[in-house]
């Protein structure tokens, strides 16, 4: 699978945002839906779950949807299939991110020019946990 062409640079400059409301963020702690974020709120960013099915995660409220966020967002962190993306980046967007990140092994063409025509930076099939090692 293809990934963005962003440069290192690029990237590292999406790490200055602290901000991330993770969609489909788990409470299994065996899941990178649920380490991935966990390693971030570790490294200082500000963590928000985003799964219908939990009030909180981490002992952090969880919402149902990025657009039902009672506070703004630099990042969406996205842990859906490939297949299932459209509808999340179509929520997403009313809440103005500056970047939608679509994890290793998430790519969705339609999802990621709809977010990059709202003036959104796209990065797919990239682990927030192992770029952020890899260049920090």
Same mark, same amino acid.
């Given at each position: 699978? $293809? ?5 290192? $640079? ?7 945002? %602290? ?18 974020? %966990? ?21 952090? %409220? ?13 990042? @969406? ?16 967007? %009313? ?26 930076? @796209? ?14």
């Amino acid at each position: 699978m $293809e990934r963005d062409s962003h440069t290192d $640079e690029e990237i590292k400059q999406v790490f200055s945002l %602290k901000k991330i409301a993770v969609i489909g963020m788990s409470k299994h702690s065996a899941k990178a839906a649920h380490f991935v974020p %966990k390693y971030l709120s570790e490294q200082g960013f500000d963590i928000t779950p985003i799964n219908p099915n939990a009030t909180e995660i981490l002992g952090k %409220k969880s919402y149902p949807d990025v657009s039902s966020l009672d506070h703004p967002v630099d990042v @969406v962190d996205v842990f859906r299939p490939s297949e299932d993306v459209l509808s999340f980046v179509e929520d997403a967007i %009313k809440k103005k991110p500056k970047v939608i990140w679509l994890q290793e092994g998430i790519h969705n063409s339609e999802a990621e020019e709809l977010a990059r025509s709202n003036g959104i930076m @796209v990065i797919f099939n990239r682990c927030m946990l192992a770029e952020h090692q890899r260049l920090f």
